[in-house]
């Protein structure tokens, strides 16, 4: 929940209480569904593309990377309407983007109508990044925030396992098909659930915010759920008093602190190579041979997408128990590690004349460890965070630039990611990649504060108290 309500009130709260903010969370993280399956349309599709229609390689770097030039543009409209509409009518209403972006992609392999395909799916990408966060944070109580947080990695993980799995065995228009049926499938469950009680103190509609904080905490003493109002009704006050301008986001401390977290964190997660792993891996990896199984790029993909789920679900477990900071350090060690290794090896394999063909394997298996170690920590935590540290007053504004930071991130990585191969060699990408996750590592060490268990009023006054060098 927000500031200083979101649980502290009433302990661990009923069983019921926290199914029903699993079903929010859940149902609002299908957004993130359907921005995974725009992120893992690629890898199955582009080898499909080629055979069919007369496509370049710059056309494919474009059509992969136009999905960040939406993103890049919606989230400061977005977080303008969360504020204007609701969260959840704002959500509701703009599903209608990834539907038209699917209908688009059904009719035509056109690269032109491609282009307008993946950037209406990144104007929803950069929407659902900046409302999600905020959403998941004001719904939920402390002690489960951080697990419910989780939810947006394992939603896209889902989303582009389920590109990876369905897209080597079916047509091109049937995957079209089948992925329209996911924001359908989003708009009709979601319209069901609870606005954010935040939004509606923050609008002065008490009776309302009421009605849903008792759904969001069924199975708590009405008086329980009355005083947390009362505090959310104080923090509210107590943060609006500040006029909401982008100027607020560097005021204080807190502020200044909050987003330098925030955004460092978005463009470490990103830069540490996520984004060209998902869109290129089938084109990265060549086929091999283990114990005498002969290993597809399609089959290596769908092995990858299921580890990163699987990875996500331990996050779930971990976050509210060991804590953001330990999490956050394990996986940019351990994904610096691995991407370093990749990073040796094809090396090796294109600017030797040492034969590594017999290791061929490698690749994949470093692949499989970075998605390991990404997946319980700088994958799921960076967003777990962004929902926790800004105030009220500057809290659209900020997931706002926190989603165009990871867009122009993304952006830059695809884009350069087939150049970079084309004219140093691929060893370079994963020399960038290993560097990011290597300096993530640094800053979450010296500057990321823990919030596990704390309320949004106490994170705020940890940050606004907390010295830094740089803030």
Aim: with cysteine.
């Amino acid at each position: 929940m927000a500031s200083k309500g979101g649980g502290g009130v009433g302990g661990r709260g009923g069983g019921d209480a926290v199914l029903r903010q699993y079903i929010a969370v859940g149902t609002a993280s299908l957004s993130f569904f359907i921005q995974g399956t725009s992120l893992g349309w690629p890898s199955p599709t582009i080898e499909k593309l080629k055979a069919t229609t007369p496509i370049t390689d710059a056309q494919i770097s474009w059509m992969v990377s136009v999905l960040y030039f939406g993103n890049f543009l919606s989230p400061i409209p977005a977080g303008y309407l969360m504020d204007r509409m609701g969260r959840k009518r704002m959500l509701v209403t703009l599903s209608i983007l990834p539907i038209l972006s699917w209908v688009l992609v059904i009719f035509s392999t056109d690269p032109l109508i491609l282009y307008v395909s993946r950037f209406l799916g990144g104007l929803w990408a950069g929407i659902s990044a900046t409302v999600i966060p905020m959403y998941q944070a004001e719904v939920s109580q402390p002690q489960v925030r951080g697990a419910l947080s989780t939810f947006i990695q394992i939603m896209t993980y889902i989303g582009v396992c389920y590109e990876y799995i369905l897209g080597p065995f079916v047509s091109y228009t049937t995957l079209g098909l089948l992925n329209v049926a996911i924001p359908v499938m989003f708009v009709s469950a979601f319209m069901w659930m609870p606005e954010s009680p935040y939004w509606y103190t923050i609008n002065n509609r008490k009776e309302e915010a009421l009605e849903a904080l008792t759904w969001l905490r069924s199975g708590l003493p009405r008086s329980t759920i009355e005083d947390e109002l009362q505090l959310i009704e104080h923090s509210v006050r107590e943060e609006m008093k500040n006029k909401k301008t982008f100027s607020d986001l560097i005021s204080t401390r807190g502020n200044r602190r909050g987003l330098l977290i925030v955004e460092m964190l978005a463009i470490f997660q990103r830069m540490s190579g996520i984004s060209g792993v998902m869109a290129f891996t089938s084109i990265t990896i060549k086929p091999f041979t283990i114990f005498g199984i002969l290993m597809t790029p399609d089959i290596c993909v769908i092995i990858m997408g299921v580890v990163w789920i699987i990875s996500t679900f331990i996050s779930t477990a971990l976050v509210d128990r060991s804590g953001r900071r330990p999490l956050l350090m394990t996986s940019s060690l351990g994904s610096g590690v691995a991407m370093t290794l990749i990073a040796i090896w094809f090396f090796l394999d294109r600017q030797t004349t040492l034969n590594v063909s017999h290791t061929q394997f490698l690749p994949f298996l470093g692949l499989l460890i970075y998605g390991l170690f990404f997946s319980i920590g700088m994958g799921p935590i960076a967003s777990t965070i962004q929902g926790e540290t800004f105030p009220a007053n500057t809290k659209a504004k900020a997931s706002a630039i926190t989603s165009i930071s990871l867009a122009v991130t993304s952006f830059i990585m695809n884009k350069i990611y087939l150049d970079v191969e084309n004219t140093i060699g691929m060893y370079f990408n994963f020399i960038l990649f290993a560097s990011a996750c290597f300096m993530c590592l640094g800053f979450v060490v010296f500057f990321v504060i823990e919030t596990k268990g704390k309320t949004l009023h106490d994170i705020q006054e940890e940050l606004n108290t907390k010295k830094s060098d740089l803030v």
